[in-house]
C-alpha cells in the first residue's frame, strides 16, 4: 500500500477518533485507541488509556466540535508520526466550553488489522 492510500486510513481513523469523543463512544474508543495509549493534554496532564476513559466518563472532556487543519504525515513501517493544528470546542461538562487551538502530534500504529492511536501529544497555541 502506498503512503497515499496509507493517509486516507489514517484520515478516516482521525474522524473516527473525534467522532467517538464527541459522541462519548466508549466501544469506538476502545476499539481506536491503543491499549498502551500515552494521550497527553495541552495542560501538560499525561493519562494512559484508562485514565483518559475515566476522565471522558467524568465529564471532563466534553467536546461539541474537534477540526485538524494543516496535516503532515511521516510513514514508517506500519506507524504513522501525524501532526497538524486542531481546534476544538470543548469543556467539563455542565460548564461552558471554550474553543482552543493546538498544535498537535498523534502516533498510530497497525495493530491486529486496524490503526490504533498510539500517542498524542499537544501544545496550546496561545492568541496573539
Not at 462519548?24 to 499525561?46: C, M, N, Q, W
Not at 502516533?107 to 486496524?114: F, R, Y
Request: glycine share 8%.
Amino acid at each position: 500500500m502506498g503512503n497515499a492510500a496509507i493517509e486516507r486510513e489514517i484520515r478516516a481513523a482521525e474522524a473516527a477518533l473525534y467522532r467517538a469523543m464527541i459522541a462519548k463512544d466508549y466501544r469506538a474508543l476502545e476499539e481506536i485507541l491503543a491499549p498502551d495509549l500515552v494521550y497527553v493534554h495541552s495542560t501538560a496532564v499525561s493519562e494512559t488509556k484508562k485514565e483518559y476513559l475515566a476522565g471522558v466518563a467524568k465529564g471532563l472532556y466534553d467536546y461539541e466540535s474537534i477540526s485538524s487543519r494543516g496535516l503532515t504525515f511521516h510513514v514508517h513501517d506500519g506507524c504513522v508520526a501525524m501532526s497538524g493544528a486542531v481546534d476544538m470546542l470543548v469543556g467539563e461538562t455542565g460548564r461552558p466550553r471554550d474553543m482552543i487551538h493546538l498544535l498537535f502530534v498523534l502516533i498510530w500504529a497497525k495493530q491486529a488489522g486496524a490503526w490504533r492511536l498510539q500517542f498524542r501529544q499537544a501544545t496550546r497555541i496561545m492568541p496573539r
